[in-house]
């Protein structure tokens, strides 16, 4: 009897593929969820209209972004400091590496000049740092700021390019321009600047992006041009002084030279068929001047064309290779956003009414 009670259907063992759905129930619900799907049609419609507004609203919305780009290479230098021998002593050529100059784009070695430069933007004449404060309505914001009045920077304008002019309240404000342009390592946050560095092709990638297109073009090239002259200033500032001093005195001491000899043929022409031991003791005197006066131009000659060619070999540049000439507009598409849109609407409101459909099937089955 026991053996029969376990025989009947209703004490089957359970096997996992009695739960296997089938091609068919499978092709059944979906059609299901087709048919839920087209009843709620304008549901989908709906939110799908309602979230592309918002993208389209929010693309509107946003300023248009110019940028400005120049592609440079450094060209000419050594890998290593050089040297160059002059009568003032050996004269080293300076060298920064090429991974430093990125760093040295964003301080304020270079930056503080590039702000305090006197530029027309959209017409208007004035300091760049005074253009940021407009454009970026940073007046408005200083407004906010509760700090002492000293360093208040509610309405401040700048006034003068002369840093040892410079009070507290005109170092806090430049400090602020300058992060908006170089941004901020600390806080992770970029600035309108940004130069990259690609070793394997030695090139360098100077971009601005600002909402004006005057003050991305100004910006980059400014910018370019103030770290081409640092550099080249640094690199080669010494050995440059010293071929300058060697031209001066090589000029001057050939004219001396030039003179001592007119004297000495003059001596000669006067003293012929005489010998007046005097007038010997003059020539011998204008003979040894000429001798060494010619000897100190040579060396002066020699050292100025050994300088000459350290400074063409060895004077490094800055060659650009590429550029925006016109700043170029970046705005989202409004087009692109709106296709996003709808479907991200339509997306999300499916996944509501099939996952709203298969919870209330199962606590109704």
């Given at each position: ?22 091609l ?14 087209w ?6 419609a ?53 991974n ?8 304020s070695?270079?930056m ?29 914001e ?42 901020n ?22 971009n ?18 103030e ?16 071929f ?7 000029d ?9 000899e ?50 063409s070999?060895?004077q ?45 099937d199962?606590?109704?089955?």
């Amino acid at each position: 009897m026991g053996n029969k009670e376990h025989d009947t259907p209703s004490h089957r063992p359970y096997y996992y593929e009695d739960d296997e759905i089938t091609l068919k129930e499978l092709i059944l619900k979906l059609q299901e969820f087709a048919r839920e799907l087209w009843s709620n049609k304008f549901v989908i419609a709906a939110v799908s209209i309602f979230i592309a507004g918002l993208f389209i609203a929010n693309t509107l919305r946003k300023d248009v972004i110019y940028e400005s780009a120049i592609s440079f290479t450094l060209l000419g230098g050594k890998t290593k400091p050089t040297v160059a021998y002059s009568p003032y002593g050996d004269m080293e050529f300076g060298f920064v590496e090429s991974n430093k100059i990125k760093e040295l784009a964003r301080s304020s070695r270079i930056m503080y000049n590039v702000l305090l430069s006197f530029v027309s933007v959209d017409g208007k004449s004035d300091f760049i740092s005074n253009h940021l404060i407009d454009i970026y309505q940073l007046n408005q914001e200083w407004s906010k700021e509760n700090v002492i009045p000293k360093l208040s920077l509610d309405a401040y304008r700048f006034t003068t390019s002369d840093l040892r002019a410079f009070k507290e309240k005109d170092f806090r404000a430049i400090n602020t321009v300058h992060e908006l342009t170089s941004g901020n390592t600390l806080k992770s946050e970029k600035g309108l600047v940004n130069l990259n560095y690609d070793d394997k092709s030695d090139i360098f990638n100077l971009n601005v992006k600002s909402l004006n297109s005057d003050l991305s073009d100004v910006l980059s090239k400014l910018i370019y041009d103030e770290l081409s002259d640092f550099y080249l200033n640094e690199t080669v500032a010494k050995p440059k002084e010293a071929f300058e001093k060697i031209s001066n005195e090589a000029d001057s001491t050939l004219i001396l030279l030039n003179s001592t000899e007119r004297k000495l043929a003059f001596a000669n022409d006067r003293n012929r068929g005489l010998t007046s031991s005097m007038n010997q003791i003059n020539i011998n005197k204008l003979s040894s001047e000429v001798e060494r006066l010619r000897s100190a131009y040579n060396q002066l000659f020699e050292s100025k064309q050994r300088l000459a060619f350290s400074l063409s070999q060895d004077q490094a540049d800055f060659q650009i290779i590429d550029q925006t000439y016109i700043p170029i507009p970046e705005k989202p598409s409004l087009l692109k956003n709106t296709l996003i849109g709808l479907f991200l609407g339509a997306f999300l409101s499916t996944i509501y009414i099939i996952g709203r459909k298969i919870i209330l099937d199962a606590m109704a089955s």
